[in-house]
């Protein structure tokens, strides 16, 4: 048989059970909000990076491509080069000549292709003996006169140097609803590098 239960004992058993029962509601509820926090987080990033990825002008992209030019730094340009979506969106809605020049890349190739291309024309630039930090941005060539939406357009950016000749820096840029972005080749031209230094 099983011992008698005393009224202490029940209140007790009574007050136990309802600290057991809030613990785990407490428990419970940090879970869903923390949950909930991390989802919000990783929405936040991403309207980040779709708010801040591409340019709004052709010349805000030459500028943007100096200032990295002159840092020799690539990390500025990673999120403004056309990614997957990008991609995806010209294909729909872009000509066929627009369609030939980007069925040729993959979204990575695209990325990996302009980096290369990048690392390139610093190389170049040393070749040249250009101190990057103290190129100045001369002017900027585009044709931007299309209305269509998806589209690519050639750049050329005319650099100076204090001990070297304007020497000129091109690259494509997709527009792609009022937003532009880089396209590869990107090169460096100049007279005294060697055809095949620049293709």
């Known amino acids: ?52 990825s591409g340019a709004a002008s052709v010349e805000a992209l030459a500028t943007l491509l100096h200032n990295a030019l002159q840092h020799t730094n690539f990390e500025p340009l990673y999120k403004h080069v056309v990614d997957k979506q990008v991609y ?22 695209i990325l990996q292709d302009f980096q290369r291309n990048f690392n390139k024309v610093i190389r170049d630039g040393i070749t040249l003996e250009v101190s990057w930090p103290e190129t100045g941005l001369q002017s900027i060539k585009a044709d931007t006169s299309s209305h269509l939406n998806a589209v690519i357009i050639p750049v050329q950016l005319t650099l100076t140097s204090p001990v070297n000749p304007p020497f000129k820096v091109i690259f494509n840029a997709a527009r792609l609803d009022n937003q532009f972005f880089y396209l590869p080749p990107l090169q460096l031209v100049s007279p005294d590098l060697a055809p095949d230094e620049y293709r």
């Not at 995806?88 to 990575?108: A, C, F, G, H, N």
């Open 1 to 52: 048989m099983f011992p008698a239960t005393t009224p202490e004992t029940h209140k007790l058993m009574k007050k136990r059970s309802f600290t057991y029962y809030l613990i785990a509601f407490l428990f419970l509820l940090l879970s869903t909000a923390a949950t909930a926090q991390e989802q919000d987080s990783l929405e936040v990033q991403r309207l980040r990076q779709n708010q801040f």
């Open 88 to 109: 995806d969106k010209m294909l729909q809605l872009s000509t066929v000549p627009v369609r030939e020049t980007l069925i040729i890349y993959t979204p990575d190739q």
